[in-house]
């Protein structure tokens, strides 16, 4: 494959602010050759600028270098740097020609100053205009694909290569396996936290973003079985129309030619006598049970056993590993997890003890992923579960909780436990005894049958439960408050003032800001100690529930309501108007300040507020007197 272009990145390019400083490098010089021109004359300003490109050029040219002797290819340099700084100086000089004779050569300045300008311009445009070509060209040549492959962890084994091939351009795909994924003894995973343990069992063998070559036409893959002895190349025709292209939408920043397009995420599995499934989640690309093996020399098969050994720890030694081969090899776990992907079972699954914003995220021994929601009752044909993941709906998605489950176990338990139910329904039962994940009960029913699953192991994000914890505990809280105060309305308005004001209390010391709790003690103090007393109290309701605009525009309605009562309708309009400022969506508001106007006898402002009012639809009986009379009060009904 020597021959073939694989993907290339192309680096992106910035205008960067380093250009100024050779610039100013360049300014400075010219301004001191002016200064030389105008003042002392032509030679001396030629003079300085061979002196500082001899300077300059031996810092550069001989820096790091330990032998500083003159070469021809220095001088050069020299030369070339100076013709250089006295073309950038020519500038200078027809300025000073004209200072002193008036004369100015037209052309030559037009000449001069296009070439200053033009090469920087010329050349940044073919920089930016090239990087741009080049990304053009990548996207029209590459598709992207997120590319994941898998194998059984104890199916130990030497990925040579994995290569999607267009054999008629000579593109080839960019996947660069590493095979150092360590294999960790029993004892290595015992001595690790549950998330590390579970990350590498469940450790992909390479995962990342691939360059895929449109029309492809080739897949290739080659690997060495350690565990079977056996080498496996395979060059296989590659049916690219399978393939649904999708636009990148991503980055937001770049052009749409730029991001190409790509497939869905795409999966490889390898398993046991050179089979291996190729596919993504619109379709099976390539699926094979098994191929033929190639052979290659013992001296190549014992470099990839080297080479893969090195990447363990505990079976680093030639010993321990030999060890390890020859118990899987008698195990035959491998060939019972092969088999296991492919069996599906009519199963549904019920959990009880947690909140019930809950819903649960499956990944099933066919490495599906789907949910099922706390209410779902939908029996069909499944792949059994292998991790459960616990997902709580709050302000955000909180994945907190892994269930990770041996289906090998799980398989066996059902088998060997309900053989005559297995093709029945299957009921797997999650019950969180007291909320607490780690008393978790797994049961699995079949008709009258019920028994216990202990083969499992729980994973907890304690960052993410925390976070969960936090908010549930202010969402009880929050209940919590909203029934007592409730209730204490329910005592006022019964005129059970003392068990209104126990729960007032009761809200005060749960939570000391919680502004409707004031609004709530305000209408009792009324109430029970009447007008003067609550009226003395007002600013320190108002204070109380300025935090939360709603209820503190609620107590400033509540003031001017009370006033209206008492007749007082000059004082009430403030709290009226206060109220409104507050919370200019309340028409009630609006209302209650047309209202003021209408009995203080101020028909135009009445007739304003209430019609504002019935724009915003509000509908009262008092509403609809002041506009019938048009703001105008009939003081014989009143």
Same mark, same amino acid.
Request: proline share 3%.
């Given at each position: 494959m020597k021959t073939y272009r694989s993907y290339k990145k192309v680096d992106p390019v910035y205008f960067s602010?380093?250009?100024?400083?050779?610039?100013?490098?360049?300014?400075?010089?010219?301004?001191?050759?002016?200064?030389?021109?105008?003042?002392?004359?032509?030679?001396?300003?030629?003079?300085?600028?061979?002196?500082?490109?001899?300077?300059? $050029? @031996?810092?550069?040219? =001989? /820096?790091?270098?330990? +032998?500083?002797?003159? &070469?021809?290819?220095?001088?050069?340099?020299?030369?070339?740097?100076?013709?250089?700084?006295?073309?950038?100086?020519?500038?200078?000089?027809?300025?000073?020609?004209?200072?002193?004779?008036?004369?100015?050569?037209?052309?030559?300045?037009?000449?001069?100053?296009?070439?200053?300008?033009?090469?920087?311009?010329?050349?940044?445009?073919? $920089? @930016?205009?090239?990087? =741009? /070509?080049?990304?053009? +060209?990548?996207?029209? &040549?590459?598709?992207?694909?997120?590319?994941?492959?898998?194998?059984?962890?104890?199916?130990?084994?030497?990925?040579?290569?994995?290569?999607?091939?267009?054999?008629?351009?000579?593109?080839?795909?960019?996947?660069?396996?590493?095979n150092n994924i360590p294999f960790y003894s029993d004892q290595e995973l015992a001595e690790m936290e549950i998330s590390s343990k579970y990350y590498h069992l469940q450790q992909s063998a390479f995962s990342g973003l691939i360059h895929i070559p449109f029309d492809t036409d080739r897949f290739e893959i080659s690997w060495y079985s350690i565990i079977e002895d056996q080498y496996y190349k395979i060059n296989i025709p590659f049916p690219f129309n399978k393939l649904k292209l999708?636009?990148?939408?991503?980055?937001?920043?770049?052009?749409?030619?730029?991001?190409?397009q790509k497939i869905k995420r795409t999966y490889l599995h390898i398993y046991l006598n050179g089979g291996f499934k190729l596919y993504n989640d619109d379709t099976v690309l390539l699926d094979f049970s098994t191929n033929k093996p190639t052979e290659i020399s013992e001296e190549e098969k014992n470099e990839k056993i080297i080479t893969h050994q090195l990447s363990h720890k505990y079976y680093n030694s030639k010993e321990h590993f030999s060890q390890l081969i020859e118990s899987i090899r008698k195990s035959n776990n491998i060939?019972?997890?092969?088999?296991?992907?492919?069996?599906?079972?009519?199963?549904?699954?019920?959990?009880?003890?947690?909140?019930?914003n809950h819903y649960l995220e499956i990944t099933d021994t066919n490495f599906r992923n789907y949910k099922i929601e706390k209410a779902a009752a939908e029996i069909s044909p499944r792949y059994l579960p292998k991790k459960i993941t616990f997902?709580?709906?709050?302000?955000?998605?909180?994945?907190?909780?892994?269930?990770?489950?041996?289906?090998?176990?799980?398989?066996?338990?059902i088998e060997q436990v309900l053989p005559d139910d297995f093709e029945n329904r299957v009921l797997f039962s999650l019950d969180f005894k007291d909320s607490n994940?780690?008393?978790?009960?797994?049961?699995?029913?079949?008709?009258?049958?019920?028994?216990?699953f202990e083969d499992w192991e729980i994973e907890i994000d304690e960052y993410r439960k925390k976070e969960m914890d936090e908010e549930l505990l202010e969402k009880r809280m929050d209940n919590t408050k909203r029934t007592l105060l409730k209730e204490g309305w329910d005592f006022v308005f019964a005129k059970n003032y003392k068990a209104a004001q126990k729960n007032c209390e009761a809200l005060q010391v749960i939570d000391p800001q919680y502004a409707s709790a004031?609004?709530?003690?305000?209408?009792?103090?009324?109430?029970?100690?009447?007008?003067?007393?609550?009226?003395?109290?007002?600013?320190?309701?108002?204070?109380?529930?300025?935090?939360?605009?709603?209820?503190?525009?609620?107590?400033?309605?509540n003031y001017g309501c009370i006033l209206d009562r008492e007749l007082r309708y000059e004082e009430s309009l403030p709290y009226f108007e206060k109220a409104i400022e507050i919370n200019p969506k309340e028409p009630i508001f609006v209302c209650n300040l047309g209202e003021m106007y209408y009995k203080l006898k101020?028909?135009?402002?009445?007739?304003?507020?209430?019609?504002?009012?019935?724009?915003?639809?509000?509908?009262?009986?008092?509403?609809?007197e002041i506009l019938a009379n048009k703001g105008v009060i009939d003081l014989i009904n009143h």
């Open positions: 602010g380093e250009i100024f400083f050779p610039v100013g490098l360049l300014c400075a010089a010219a301004l001191i050759s002016y200064v030389l021109l105008y003042f002392i004359g032509l030679g001396f300003a030629v003079f300085f600028n061979a002196a500082l490109a001899w300077c300059g $050029y @031996f810092y550069f040219y =001989y /820096y790091g270098r330990s +032998r500083t002797g003159i &070469t021809l290819e220095f001088l050069t340099g020299v030369f070339l740097l100076t013709a250089f700084l006295l073309f950038a100086d020519y500038g200078v000089y027809a300025l000073v020609q004209y200072q002193k004779t008036t004369l100015f050569n037209g052309l030559y300045f037009s000449i001069w100053l296009t070439i200053l300008l033009g090469t920087p311009i010329v050349y940044y445009t073919y $920089y @930016f205009g090239s990087h =741009y /070509y080049a990304k053009v +060209r990548l996207a029209n &040549t590459y598709l992207k694909a997120s590319f994941s492959v898998y194998h059984d962890r104890e199916h130990l084994m030497y990925i040579d290569s994995i290569a999607f091939i267009n054999s008629g351009k000579h593109l080839i795909s960019d996947i660069e396996v590493e999708e636009e990148e939408k991503y980055p937001l920043n770049e052009s749409k030619n730029i991001r190409g060939q019972e997890r092969y088999e296991l992907k492919d069996k599906s079972v009519v199963w549904n699954l019920e959990f009880s003890g947690l909140d019930e997902v709580y709906r709050g302000s955000y998605l909180f994945p907190w909780l892994k269930l990770h489950i041996n289906t090998q176990k799980l398989n066996q338990f994940p780690k008393d978790l009960v797994f049961t699995i029913s079949s008709n009258a049958k019920k028994v216990l004031y609004f709530l003690e305000a209408r009792i103090l009324w109430y029970t100690k009447g007008f003067e007393i609550w009226y003395s109290k007002r600013d320190y309701f108002i204070a109380k529930t300025e935090h939360e605009p709603p209820v503190n525009a609620l107590i400033y309605n101020d028909p135009a402002k009445a007739l304003k507020e209430a019609r504002k009012a019935k724009m915003m639809g509000y509908e009262s009986d008092m509403l609809s």
